[in-house]
């Protein structure tokens, strides 16, 4: 794999962690990015190989969008006294820290500013560290299923069919978008796991294997490989493990986080993204979200998506959790157009009571499918194996799958995989706000897709 290096370069010394004090961050969305010593015609300065094969695969140009930032206009931030905390090539934006909230007023009168948006306030914190390196190993009864405690919420989607097939995510690679994977490192479980790399949005530099286990429930419903205790939904498959959630506070940089996080994704070359994040409320109620916002075009986060989606990736994204509470509807990104969104239903095929509502704003289906999320066998940040409920254990037992279909099917592009996995579930002819198009059938997707042309 090739990087430019200076590229790389660039980006670690800009999201370089700068300890604790008090201070505002601020996104500044530029005009235009400005020059950089990279060409458009020349990918490899910037992009991987895997990134430009996948792109060229698709038919997908490499554009002025997928060129950094320019150094130049990074420094004339650092002139003013900030911080460079994260940036987004494709919305041409920067988040900046500083300690006085006045400098909102500086920025704005720079030449290259178009507009300025305060996304966090607070003290920063340290990063949690990884203190044990014990090997963690599952003590469950082994059952007779192959797939062990983990064969429902497979078997609902007939993966276990497309896994007899003999497509088991093999040469697939999925990053895992989440808040953290606690332990991960240590467990039987994915010990057989190829992690191509890890990289820590929040704390550039530290470990992403301590401070939350969310992530690592999600990794275990896509990547465990314990035949008869678990077995995940794309074992075979590649993974990045990318934190982008910050779980002690809730601004919109968490937005640019993710951002920052499905940006690096893309330019490692992964084919799929597995998102089980969703926000609509922050700590400062002003900088909510509404309703009428969720159209796919007003949320930074769903217009990355978009672009994410643009750019060749299949983007799975959770639906939210939010069915019982007084949102009721879907969370962004969830709204953006190209990704495929996944809400939860129990065992019986019914939806689960907390899985979000759509539709959209403008009225598109959201969302677009569902998988198991009610009672789905995870594993703990401790090594335990529990059950767990959310569209967050929907979200990756399908795009697992999904991974596998694409594996299948590797003549087609990640928009016709998208619409194969809708096109056989169960509700397709009529969709709702409660299923979308249904529970997908990804055998019989796999059996319709054989038959477009090679």
Known sequence: ???????????????????????????VYLHEKGKVPFRIDQPEQFLSDEAIARREKQGIPITDSDLPISPTYLDSLRQLGCRIVTQSKWMRTVVVEHADSLMVERLSRLPMVDSVRWVWKGVASLPPVQADTSRLVLEEEPLKSYYGYAEKQIRLLKGDKLHKAGFRGAGMTIAILDAGFTNANRMEAFAATRIRGTYNVVY?????FAGDDHGTKVFSCLASRLPHLLVGTAPEASYW?????????????????????????????????SSSLGYFAFDDSTLN????????QTAFISRVASCAAEKGLLVVSSAGNEGNSEWKKITVPADAADILTVGAVTEKRKRSPFSSLGYTADGRVKPDVVSMGSGCYVLEG??????????????????????????????????????????????????DAELGYGIPNIYQSYKKGSKYGK
């Open 241 to 273: 493990l990318i934190k982008s959630e910050e779980t002690r506070t809730e601004f919109p940089i968490e937005e640019d986080y993710w951002a920052a996080a499905v940006e690096y994704a893309d330019s490692v070359g992964v084919d799929v993204v």
């Open 289 to 296: 979200y509404t309703p009428e916002q969720l159209d796919g």
């Open 1 to 27: 794999m090739k990087y430019g290096l200076l590229f790389l370069s660039l980006w670690l010394a800009s999201t370089a962690w700068s300890g604790s004090s008090p201070c505002f961050r601020f996104r």
């Open 382 to 431: 401790d090594g335990s194996l529990r059950t767990a409920n959310g569209t967050s254990f929907a979200t990756p037992i399908l795009a697992g799958l999904a991974t596998c279909l694409w594996q299948a099917l590797p003549h087609l592009d990640a928009r016709a995989i998208r619409l194969l996995v809708c096109r056989y579930a169960s509700q397709y002819r009529r969709p």
């Open 204 to 208: 550039p530099g530290h470990t992403v």
